[in-house]
Nanobody, 115 residues
């Protein structure tokens, strides 16, 4: 499985961005997908997960109510709609896929929120 993220960028506080993560390869083996982020000098944070059926989602408290994860199974793509962005959301955002074996991650996309 290969993952390619897109959609990051620079946005002002209070603004919105939508990240995309397209999966290719043996996508039938994916159990769940999600997003985590890592800011410089901080620990990696798992922020959103969606199961393969697309009916079960979970969020970190830090983004709950502001971020929404969704998926388009026909396109093997997940999305992260980020609203009401804050400067503390600034980080590199990575997509991951949970497989029967080791998880797979993408190359990341930078999100920068200016105050």
């Amino acid at each position: 499985v290969q993952l390619v993220e897109s959609g990051g960028g620079l946005v002002q506080a209070g603004g919105s961005l939508r990240l995309s993560c397209a999966a290719s390869g043996s996508t039938f083996s994916i159990n769940a997908m999600g997003w985590y982020r890592q800011a410089p000098g901080k620990q990696r944070e798992l922020i959103a997960t969606i199961r393969s059926g697309g009916l079960t989602t979970s969020y970190a408290d830090s983004v709950k109510g502001r971020f929404t994860i969704s998926r388009d199974n026909a396109k093997n793509t997940i999305y992260l709609q980020m609203n009401s962005l804050k400067p503390e959301d600034t980080a590199m955002y990575y997509c991951y896929a949970s497989l029967p074996g080791p998880d797979v991650g993408g190359q990341g996309t930078q999100v920068t929120v200016s105050s």
